[in-house]
């Protein structure tokens, strides 16, 4: 009993320690960022290595109670060894890309990793073996990234290859359809070997490279027909797959990009009705786009079938407040496929409500540095590619976490950095990366040191 | 490329709309929603909480304890202290959970101060407690209810009309909660007494006579000559093929709206119907919350009005005296009534004051809420006039008190079961009501003589104190 209580008291004392280091975590970014304008160099880099503190603090945190709360001395050391393993991870990368990437943006790179560690916290506590497979996608995802400098050292000219992604794009989508396998009704997975793998996660990048090789030419209005034939079709295929979020992605990367190249609001609200138009139609004609519409709107007639994943989170977010349960404390796993699509509401449970906000506003941070690195880019191809990747993480965290807190109807998205899965999380850190060599190679590069205001 | 640059901006505005409306949903879903869905039996998180936290205590207003945990050998088991009078109303959770332990569930398994109560039970070993919940009903009221109902099937409801406050509600037949694991089978099975039901919210009961209320109200916004309205009861008349009698076969003679109100004059009011017309009826009925929601938050049966443009004639006549087939429950008389007695205005109705941690400390008090206007304010005046003379010279004479006014209808309610339901609804004093009372009687007979003098003793224990 009493080394029960021992344990509850030092898990409630926590929520607030963990509340404390989101926030303080954000407020040094927000300085940092300040600090960089300002270019005062000393400031700012004193700021990011707080960041980073607050990074492998949260990491033992985290990992201290999930040990503590072990049920045996096996299981103390299975997480002790995630653990040590994930605590490596986060050091040796966070070195190698000081070296790599030496004129990354910082703050970029300690957002996403905070969020990596909540989502290795996350899933050790939900679901240890998928925190063993995660740690491995992140450093594969990292590793990958440490090769981008090199290569875009030795390609120069990627808006010239608009063929190539077009080409490589139809192959990977439409594998799916010839040799996949349906997972939570979406038919957009392929095996390959044991080796899951979700081919419209890499065809997103491809679709950025295409559409902005396409845009940087436009003049007239001819030169968008081919483009928005090949968005439409990707979209159809999508809907035909059933990955309805998939498919919103793709549109609104389609409409951003769109919007920014040509400045024309008679073709962004043309396609806006286009697409308006398209999901009335996907209602009309599609049982499943009506069923994800009928169960947001009233998940409580169908609780125990349509409806129990949805309401499964609303309890799990609702039942504990601002703090949140405390880690381990609450029962996340009661909602299916807690560790995929719906990791917001455990976060939010255990972590509480306050640190979900925290949560939203780092994926904003990220957003917003992407968008920097993006309009002090000076060649359009390259800006467009920083928008459309911005644009993947502020839509796919809007769509799962405006799904999972009911605000919209929930599309199975995954939520990025975060949710488990390796196609996801390789996907979102090789994002980074090219944010990081716009920033960082690019534009060195072409316009030399003194032109651009960095640190 | 300036305007290029200036797109990305604007995109990124939208952006962090898109953010902030995230956030804002989940903090508004946080204060206003989550705390009625989560008392949801299919969130399992109250059934684990259950197993290590020891639930909190229901009191009364006044502290008189009504339901607790304690512990009997080496089990933790719910007691009821005051037994099978707050049976309906507080409810229990050996079975399911109803009432106010349904309810409340959340509030009474929350641990407020749980970082101070684990510290503690490191020295006590403890278990921790949850939050007490603290009602509007007063347990004396509550059990001379329950005694004045005296073994009879009915259900009593006392309210404050001024804030909506629940006093006292109570239905018979009953059980004893604190034997419910034994009784169980047996409760279930007697179909013909129904025990679990609580007749005060959810039976449904002909209104008889305590419809007039809602007829008068209709006949003064419509009827615009109402004033000069007489009409001669001979005791009893055909109506569109439908004859009409009033109780007992009595002649009443000449009577207008007033007297037709006080004697309860069935053939009057059929008169008055007719005259104001179906749709007229079904308005105001609709607008006292027939056929809809009430605002109450536990358990309860919605009343029941069938009247419209294309029932035949003969029905408008039955329903303007509260026959044919409208149904009401003694709750949602209490509402008309009380809105009646507080110039027109519903309070919502509510029976959890507030909400005590373990340390003494008030939370999530309630705090009293206009629900909505069922009268304009002179005809509220207007019927409470009415409702005097009812218990000065009509039907209710038996419900007065000496130096108090009260207001008061009655109603005798004929129905296919046998005896006719006897219904009293009134509050005292009349004209600054402290307590709206709700008396029924299942086939109790004449409302003035049966439930009437229920009501003036009850009137007589709450103005005493």
């Known amino acids: ?455 | 490329m300036k305007q290029f640059r200036k797109n990305i901006k604007r995109v990124f505005g939208v952006y962090v709309v898109m953010f902030f409306s995230l956030i804002l949903y989940l903090v508004k879903f946080l204060i206003l929603d989550s705390s009625s869905i989560i008392i949801n039996t299919y969130n399992p998180r109250l059934s684990a909480l259950e197993e290590n936290i020891i639930r909190g205590e229901i009191r009364d207003s006044k502290g008189v304890v009504l339901a607790r945990t304690k512990l009997e050998g080496d089990t933790w088991i719910r007691e009821y202290p005051e037994g099978r009078d707050f049976a309906h109303i507080v409810g229990y959770v050996q079975k399911g959970k109803t009432g106010v332990e349904a309810f409340s569930n959340f509030k009474l398994l929350e641990v407020s101060n749980k970082i101070i109560q684990n510290v503690k039970s490191l020295f006590t070993g403890d278990k921790l407690k949850g939050n007490n919940v603290i009602l509007t009903l007063d347990a004396d009221i509550q059990h001379t209810a329950r005694e004045l109902l005296n073994n009879q099937k009915g259900a009593i409801v006392v309210m404050e009309p001024s804030t909506g406050k629940i006093l006292s509600m109570v239905s018979y037949p009953d059980f004893n909660p604190n034997e419910l694991n034994e009784i169980w089978e047996q409760l279930n099975k007697d179909e013909k007494n129904s025990p679990l039901i609580n007749r005060a919210t959810q039976g449904l009961y002909p209104p008889g006579s305590v419809f007039k209320i809602v007829t008068a109200s209709a006949v003064l916004e419509n009827k615009e000559d109402w004033e000069n309205f007489t009409y001669n009861c001979t005791g009893e008349e055909e109506f569109h093929e439908k004859i009409i009698r009033c109780y007992g076969g009595k002649a009443h003679g000449e009577v207008n709206l007033d007297s037709a109100f006080y004697f309860s004059c069935n053939t009057g009011f059929a008169k008055l119907g007719v005259d104001i017309g179906a749709e007229n009826l079904r308005e105001t009925a609709e607008r006292l919350l027939f056929n809809r929601n009430l605002p109450y938050e536990l358990e309860y049966s919605k009343s029941q009005f069938l009247l419209d443009k294309n029932s035949e004639d003969k029905e408008i006549v039955e329903t303007a005296i509260g026959q044919g087939k409208t149904l009401v429950s003694p709750l949602h008389m209490a509402m008309i009534t009380s809105a009646v007695a507080n110039g027109g205005i519903l309070m919502k109705p509510y029976i959890i004051d507030h909400i005590e941690t373990n340390y003494g400390k008030i939370k999530d008090k309630t705090i009293p809420k206009k629900y909505a206007t069922l009268f304009q304010p002179e005809i509220a005046n207007q019927i409470v006039d009415m409702m005097v003379e009812v218990v000065e010279k009509g039907t209710g004479t038996k419900a007065s008190i000496p130096n108090v006014l009260v207001a008061g209808k009655t109603g005798t309610a004929e129905n296919s079961s046998g005896e006719d339901h006897a219904w009293f609804v009134g509050f005292a004093p009349a004209y600054k009501p402290k307590a709206v009372v709700v008396v029924l009687i299942e086939n109790g007979g004449s409302g003035g003589s049966k439930a009437g003098p229920i009501a003036r003793e009850l009137f007589k224990k709450i103005l005493n104190q």
């Open chain 1, 1 to 455: 009993m009493s080394q029960k209580s021992i344990v509850e008291i030092i898990i409630l004392i926590s929520r607030n320690l963990f509340l404390l280091l989101i926030f303080m975590f954000l407020y040094s970014g927000y300085k940092a960022a300040m600090y960089e304008r300002k270019k005062e160099r000393d400031m700012y880099k004193k700021k990011i290595f707080m960041q980073r503190c607050y990074v492998i603090i949260l990491h033992f945190l985290g990992f201290i109670i999930l040990i503590i709360n072990s049920k045996n001395t096996e299981s103390m050391l299975e997480i002790a060894k995630i653990g040590m393993g994930g605590a490596f991870f986060i050091i040796f990368s966070i070195i190698l890309i000081s070296i790599i990437y030496k004129k990354g943006d910082a703050i970029l790179w300690n957002s996403v990793f905070f969020l990596m560690d909540i989502g290795l916290i996350m899933l050790q506590r939900l679901d240890p073996q998928s925190a063993e497979k995660q740690l491995i996608w992140y450093s594969l995802g990292v590793g990958l990234t440490l090769l981008f400098p090199f290569i875009f050292k030795i390609i120069l000219n990627f808006e010239k290859f608009k063929v190539f992604y077009a080409i490589l794009g139809w192959i990977f989508i439409l594998s799916p359809l010839l040799f996949g396998k349906e997972q939570f009704g979406a038919k957009n997975w392929i095996l390959i070997g044991n080796f899951g793998f979700q081919p419209s996660e890499i065809v997103k990048l491809l679709f950025i490279f295409y559409l902005s090789a396409s845009f940087i030419k436009y003049k007239t209005f001819k030169d968008l027909i081919f483009p928005i034939i090949m968005s439409g079709g990707y979209i159809l295929i999508l809907v035909i797959q059933r990955d309805l979020g998939g498919a919103l992605i793709y549109f609104l990367t389609f409409l951003v990009l769109l919007y920014i190249s040509t400045s024309s609001v008679i073709l962004f609200f043309g396609s806006l009705g286009g697409a308006s138009l398209a999901s009335m139609l996907a209602y009309k004609l599609f049982n499943h786009v009506r069923v994800r519409v009928e169960v947001w709107l009233n998940p409580w007639k169908e609780i125990d079938s349509k409806g129990y994943q949805i309401t499964q989170s609303l309890f799990a977010i609702g039942t504990w407040g601002w703090l949140g349960s405390g880690l381990t404390l609450g029962y996340p796993t009661s909602i299916p496929v807690v560790n995929t699509d719906f990791i917001f509401s455990a976060i939010c449970e255990e972590f509480g409500n306050l640190f979900g906000i925290g949560v939203i506003l780092i994926f904003l941070l990220i957003v917003f540095r992407g968008i920097i690195i993006s309009i002090r880019c000076n060649e359009k191809f390259y800006s467009l590619i920083g928008v459309g990747i911005s644009n993947l993480i502020a839509i796919q965290t809007f769509l799962i976490v405006g799904g999972v807190i009911k605000m919209i109807p929930l599309t199975g998205v995954t939520l990025p950095f975060i949710s488990y899965g390796g196609s996801s999380a390789i996907v979102s850190i090789i994002m980074i990366g090219l944010l990081q060599c716009l920033k960082s190679f690019y534009i060195l590069r072409k316009e030399g040191e003194k032109n651009f205001e960095t640190i």
